[in-house]
Antibody
Framework: QVQLQQSGPGLVQPSQTLSLTCAISGDSVSSNIGAWNWIRQSPSRGLEWLGRTYYRSKWKNDYAVSMNGRITINPDTSKNQFSLQLNSVTPEDTAMYYC??????????WGQGTMVTVSS | DNVMTQSPESLAVSLGERATINCKSSQSVLYNSNNKNCLVWYQQKPGQPPRPLIYWASTRESGVPDRFSGSGSGTDFTLTISSLQAEDVAVYYCQQHSSTPLTFGGGTRVEI
């Protein structure tokens, strides 16, 4: 049974970097059919896809244009997890953040969510 | 971007009656390599993450009651709850993952 376990701080100061990790059990971040996504949800923006990392003979990333280059998603094969870094955060980045496996060939799986507040 | 439009925004249905939610994409979500529609239906209750109900437009997730069904292909999709139960009160979302950015519908609130 595939499970995703999120971790990371719930409070980030403005202009700092938001960092979250998603640990995978029951699957591999290096799977050549999976794709590992970060999604956030807020009342003002609804469900918003942020980006993903996946392995297809080599590592690839896709990011939402709306992130304006502030985002990095990295796999960690030694720990079988992947991470989200969002730089230069503002209060508009306050949201519930989710990691998820969403790919063409496998059923979707979501993490439990992490509420992140950007405030001083 | 592939814009996902759900209708209605909210729906009030009597217990035991049918609920139908529509989702229309601005571009086809059919993935040619495996001829599957990359369309997921989610159920979200307050304080919980979205729960996948249906993937590939019509495949029910393990453990999802068979009163939930998905249909459609290409750009037009439907989620049907055949006999609404009290525990089905929630917000329902569709999502496409055939192209980036992955996009979601605005949600449909189902009430009794």
């Amino acid at each position: 049974q595939v499970q995703l376990q999120q971790s990371g701080p719930g409070l980030v100061q403005p202009s700092q970097t938001l960092s979250l990790t998603c640990a995978i059990s029951g699957d591999s971040v290096s799977s050549n059919i999976g794709a590992w996504n970060w999604i956030r949800q807020s009342p003002s923006r609804g469900l918003e896809w942020l980006g993903r990392t996946y392995y297809r003979s080599k590592w690839k990333n896709d990011y939402a244009v709306s992130m304006n280059g502030r985002i990095t998603i990295n796999p960690d094969t030694s720990k079988n997890q992947f991470s989200l870094q969002l730089n230069s955060v503002t209060p508009e980045d306050t949201a519930m953040y989710y990691c998820a496996r969403i790919a063409v060939a496998v059923p979707p799986i979501w993490g439990q969510g992490t509420m992140v507040t950007v405030s001083s | 971007d592939n814009v996902m439009t759900q209708s209605p925004e909210s729906l009030a249905v009597s217990l035991g009656e049918r609920a139908t939610i529509n989702c229309k994409s601005s571009q086809s979500v059919l993935y040619n390599s495996n001829n599957k529609n990359c369309l997921v239906w989610y159920q979200q209750k307050p304080g919980q993450p979205p729960r996948p109900l249906i993937y590939w437009a019509s495949t029910r997730e393990s453990g999802v009651p068979d009163r939930f069904s998905g249909s459609g292909s290409g750009t037009d999709f439907t989620l049907t709850i055949s006999s609404l139960q009290a525990e089905d009160v929630a917000v329902y979302y569709c999502q496409q993952h055939s192209s980036t950015p992955l996009t979601f519908g605005g949600g449909t609130r189902v009430e009794i």
